[in-house]
């Protein structure tokens, strides 16, 4: 059959009516679809990246992301542990709302996540790490992930296609294994992809790789400004709480100190679970990995058994303090390797201009700030996480943000850079403009709610409001008390001002701002009062 050139102009112009109707605007530019690496670890406090400060260690590779990209100075969570933070992320919605407000039950997978919704429009899905949910993620092409915490030597990984397996060596190290595996093996070219990478480390009780902890052992850090807080000046939630390295910590577990060494000196153990955790973590080593182990740590202990009894409190408070360290700081040493090896196969591999990288961690860490370890509390260590973001061509390099950003806001962020509108009950904003400068009308303040309580570290429930200039906390359920702190004048968080006249305008203002802000993200009382209840009969 012949056909006339304007009919088959005609055909043309239909053809391309057609294609421009089916494509998104996302779809039509390949180059707005852009393939995202989320790279997330456990517990990971800015304090010790050193595109942050370099007072503690330094991670060339992480802080690569921040030079080639964007760091946020003030990037927070809405609920400082780790599950919950998770949820938050992957859910866009604050605690109250998905239902995971704290690490005990299992994530309702009738959550619509980010990556689902990823995956729905095209995206190529993977997860190796930790999730820590209690159940598997959805949404996903493949995974491998730790049953819970997960351990740090030769670990168990639940796997989307090969059931439980069981690996020998070094967690993180692994994790960047399977990495780099799946992008050389099985990412599909024809599609973008969402790669989660998600370490372990560095989780409690940290045990470092053996290059690392031979550096490790040896090495001493400047102590923190707060490291013999009193807790005077508060309410009674920082002194009743269990996360002081003095008091709290458990001596085989966390410092390292051998049973027999602690049989030896009359050391008790503070904790239960104290000598059986360290015996648990060793006992999963190989012959040849535990004799390396002892190797280094055995002299340690010999050390401490000449000094133990001509130490004072203060003493030994430091040196716990630098043991904690030690090994903390060890562990991340490998995730910054890893992140390196990573970052290598995008510049190798022709990715890096069009893959946003992130890194950031599921909250901050006390690292002896207020005399802690731990987190859960809404004071600015554990309150703030790392955020660190490299996008080329949207994100200028070497780009610095102070605006409140939360991990609320990483899931309508990323929808919005795949080209996809977040679904309106998502709660986040998208950072994109602020990627690209512009700050304008963006929040002031934020919220802030935790709920684990009574539980480890006994952090009394909160909730509280944060503007650049104060933040406003009420502590609820078995007490009732509320603290002010002036962010400018008392950085440290040391004093609050609650009950101070000259503040009496600031409590009033901010004690609206918090009842609209509770409000507008739909938590109230009634819920407050449910979350509890429900601790109480499943606990
Ligand atoms: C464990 C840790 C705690 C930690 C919680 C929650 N103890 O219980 O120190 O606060 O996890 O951590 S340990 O004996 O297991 O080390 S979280 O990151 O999962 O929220
Ligand atoms: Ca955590």
């Known amino acids: 059959m012949n056909m006339s050139k304007a009919g088959l102009n005609f055909c043309y112009l239909i053809l391309f009516c057609w294609v421009v109707a089916c494509t998104s605007p996302a779809e039509e530019n390949p180059e707005s679809r852009p393939n995202i690496l989320f790279i997330m670890s456990d517990d990971h406090a800015y304090q010790a990246i050193?595109?942050?400060?370099?007072?503690?260690?330094?991670?060339?590779?992480?802080?690569?992301?921040?030079?080639?990209?964007?760091?946020?100075?003030?990037?927070?969570?809405?609920?400082?542990?780790?599950?919950?933070?998770?949820?938050?992320?992957?859910?866009?919605?604050h605690s109250h709302i998905n239902g995971k407000i704290d690490n005990r039950f299992p994530f309702d997978t009738s959550n619509v996540t980010f990556p689902q919704i990823l995956h729905d429009h095209g995206y190529q899905t993977a997860m190796f790490g930790k999730l820590h949910f209690g159940n598997n993620p959805k949404g996903f092409d493949q995974f491998k992930i730790l049953p819970g915490q997960g351990n740090y030597y030769n670990p168990d990984f639940i796997t989307k296609y090969d059931g439980d397996i069981h690996l020998e060596g070094y967690t993180t190290d692994i994790i960047t294994d399977m990495t780099l595996d799946w992008l050389e093996q099985e990412r599909d070219t024809s599609q973008p992809f969402f790669l989660a990478y998600l370490h372990k480390a560095p989780h409690r009780r940290w045990l470092p790789a053996e290059r690392h902890y031979r550096e490790f052992i040896h090495k001493s850090f400047p102590e923190p400004e707060t490291l013999f807080d009193d807790y005077s000046g508060r309410g009674t939630a920082a002194a009743s709480a269990e996360m002081n390295i003095f008091t709290h910590m458990d001596w085989a577990a966390d410092s390292k100190i051998y049973p027999d060494v602690m049989d030896e000196l009359n050391i008790p153990e503070t904790s239960e679970r104290d000598k059986r955790s360290f015996l648990a973590a060793v006992a999963r080593q190989t012959p040849r990995q535990r004799a390396a182990w002892d190797a280094v740590y055995r002299p340690m202990n010999e050390e401490f058994k000449k000094e133990y009894a001509n130490m004072s409190q203060k003493e030994l408070m430091s040196w716990r303090y630098q043991r904690y360290m030690q090994d903390y700081l060890g562990c991340i040493a490998a995730v910054d390797e890893g992140v390196g090896k990573v970052l290598d196969y995008l510049d190798e591999n022709d990715l890096t201009k069009n893959t946003?990288?992130?890194?950031?961690s599921d909250q901050g860490f006390y690292l002896g700030e207020h005399g802690w370890f731990d987190k859960r509390f809404i004071y600015d260590e554990s309150f703030k996480t790392p955020l660190l973001v490299r996008w080329p061509g949207v994100v200028e390099p070497g780009s610095i943000n102070s605006q409140m950003v939360q991990n609320l806001d990483y899931a309508p962020t990323l929808l919005t850079a795949a080209g996809i509108t977040p679904p309106k009950d998502m709660q986040g904003e998208s950072l994109i403009p602020l990627f690209k400068g512009d700050t304008s009308g963006f929040r002031d303040a934020v919220y802030y709610h935790y709920y684990e309580y009574p539980a480890v570290h006994m952090v009394k429930r909160h909730y509280g409001i944060v503007t650049e200039d104060f933040k406003l906390v009420h502590f609820y359920d078995d007490v009732d008390e509320w603290e002010l702190y002036d962010?400018?004048?008392?950085?440290?968080?040391?004093?609050?001002?609650?009950?101070?006249?000259?503040?009496?305008?600031?409590?009033?203002?901010?004690?609206?701002?918090?009842?609209?802000?509770?409000?507008k993200y739909k938590d109230n009382e009634e819920l407050d009062k449910k979350y509890i209840e429900l601790y109480k009969t499943d606990n």
């Not at 921040?66 to 609920?79: D, K």
């Open 50 to 93: 050193s595109a942050y400060s370099d007072r503690l260690i330094r991670t060339t590779n992480i802080d690569r992301i921040a030079s080639e990209g964007i760091l946020f100075l003030n990037a927070c969570v809405t609920n400082s542990i780790c599950a919950p933070s998770r949820a938050v992320i992957l859910t866009g919605k």
């Open 487 to 519: 962010r400018k004048k008392d950085a440290l968080e040391m004093h609050s001002v609650y009950n101070d006249p000259a503040y009496e305008k600031v409590v009033k203002e901010l004690t609206q701002k918090l009842a609209q802000i509770r409000l």
């Open 356 to 360: 946003i990288v992130v890194y950031t």
